[in-house]
Structures are given as C-alpha cells and as structure tokens.
C-alpha cells in the first residue's frame, strides 16, 4: 500500500547512449512518490521496476561526495539531497546532465576538465621544508583568523555544479571556472603555503579570474554553500594589490611549526559548517 501522501510525478530523463543514440533525447517515467523522497531514489525506482540501463553516477548518497550533480528542473545541484515534492513542478520533473561537460552516457557528465584545470592550479600546500612534511615534528600554527580566510571554500565536494551554472565557461571553455579558481585561492591564501609567485604565474593567463564576468550563478546554485564567486574577487583584489607592490603575499613567510610554548587548547571561533543553499536540503 502506498505511504499517505503519495503522489505520481513524471521524471522526464535525458536519455543518451553514445553506442546507440545519434541524439540525447527525454524519456518520460512515472514514479510514485512519497513525502521525502529525494531525486536520486526517484532515479533507483525508474532503473528498478522500468529501465535497467538508466546510468548516473552516486557514491555517498549524503551530500559528500560530489558523484550525484545533474540539472533538476534547470538548476544544477545534487540528486541526494532534492526532494522531489520541494522541486517538480505540477508532477513534472525535468532531469538532464550537468551541462557545460560532454556527457559520457544518460546523466553522467565527463567532468574530466574539471579536474584537469583543478589539478593545474596546485591545489595542494607547497613548502621548501620536505623533510618537516615527511616527518612532522608537530602542527603548523595557524590562528583562527588565519582559518576563517579560506574555511568556507574548503567545503568544496568537486561535484561541478557552479561549472555547470557558470555563463563564461558555457561560452568559453579555456576559462578555468569557478571551482578551480577558488580552490587555488584556498591555497592561495593558507598562511602554511609558500606558492603564491607560483600560481600567480599560472592565474595570469587569459584562463584566469580575469575572466569571470561575476554573474554570480556559481554561488547561488552551490549545494555546499561555498561562494566561488567571493573567491575570484578577493583572489582579483591580491593580484591588484600584488601588481601595485601593497599585497602581503609576495612577502608572507609561510607559517612554521608551533612552538611549544604557543601551544593552546581548542581554537575558539571557528564557526560550525554553513547551511546548506537548497532549501529543504540537509
Ligand atoms: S551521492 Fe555523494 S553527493 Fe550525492
């Protein structure tokens, strides 16, 4: 017997097997939904009781991994954690692959140049002291100012939704986007890296933050609340301020180990993780 609240909505799924299809093309399934369901079980209902051969791609079915970004009804965001009653639209519901990537098959989106141009831009702390990286003798210090500088944009999960809503990478595919761009300003602005002349010389090209127009949509479709948008700025301001010899990165000495006599307990103010900016998620 269905749970009270049950209502059919049409998921009207992009369909497209490169072997088979000459065209992507929609495919209409109806589904019986309960109140809470989300997308992604939508999804497992059509390829248990209808169509086996339905792909997309899902791992942690919680919001963390990033495998499940496609476009719901227009919007880029993750099947885990829609609800379809929160999102379709007079029992309709229109499910298609992220766009901007070419797609590998139904919903499962190619998001190889997202991690080509993630990869580029050095998203890793560099240092000169190997042997202290190797062997930590103990924690780098780091204030909890210092932490709240890049904090947010580490809650990035690389599901390639703000790729997939930005208008200049739609139009431009040498731009590097918004995920890359605010991973390297993470790094970029970690008082432990001392790589700043380093992906300066990367991020000058015409691929870099010089490009973004700041349309904003990346922020606004991010489903961990991240604001890659913000990041370009701030990351266009330290380039300017480098450019006119006022930055303090060129010559910041990236933070050492703690000493001994510095050590604390707790670190206070550091704020619990954001909320999430799909309503009704989380
Ligand atoms: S399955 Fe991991 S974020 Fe959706």
């Known amino acids: ?17 490169p072997d ?31 169509d086996a051969t339905l792909s997309w791609r899902v791992s942690c079915r919680m919001g963390v991994c990033g495998s499940c970004g496609m476009l719901i009804n227009g919007s880029p965001t993750l099947a885990c ?10 029992g309709l519901l229109m499910v298609a692959p992220l766009p901007n990537f070419d797609i590998i098959r ?7 140049p997202l991690f080509d141009r993630h990869s580029h831009l050095m998203p890793f702390i560099v240092r000169e002291d190997h042997d202290e990286m190797q062997e930590p003798s103990d924690q780098y210090w780091q204030s909890a100012d210092d932490l709240l500088e890049y904090l947010q944009f580490t809650y990035c999960i690389k599901c390639g939704c703000c790729m997939a809503a930005c208008p200049t990478f739609a139009t431009d595919p040498t731009y590097s986007g918004p995920q890359p761009l605010a991973q390297a300003y993470r790094y970029m602005i970690d008082s432990r890296d001392g790589a700043f002349e380093e992906r300066k010389a990367i991020l000058a090209g ?13 922020s606004a479709v991010c489903p961990k609340g991240v604001d890659p948008a913000r990041a370009i700025q701030l990351m266009k301001r330290e ?27 707790r670190r206070e103010g550091i704020p619990e993780h954001p909320p999430f900016t799909v309503e009704g998620a989380g």
């Open 20 to 50: 088979r299809d000459a065209a992507p093309y929609y495919q209409d399934f109806t589904v019986p939904v309960p109140p809470g369901m989300v997308v992604l079980e939508g999804l497992w209902y059509i390829k248990e009781h209808m």
């Open 81 to 90: 954690n829609t609800q379809i009653h929160d999102v379709a639209r007079d």
């Open 106 to 112: 139904d919903l499962v989106p190619d998001l190889g």
């Open 206 to 218: 015409e691929a870099g933050p010089w490009r973004c127009h700041y349309a904003g949509e990346c």
């Open 239 to 265: 380039l300017v301020l480098d450019y006119l010899r006022l930055g303090k990165l060129r010559r910041r000495k990236p933070a050492g180990v703690l000493p001994p006599e510095k050590k604390r307990g």
């Open 1 to 17: 017997m269905a749970n009270e609240g049950t209502t059919n909505v049409i998921f009207r799924v992009r369909r497209y097997d």
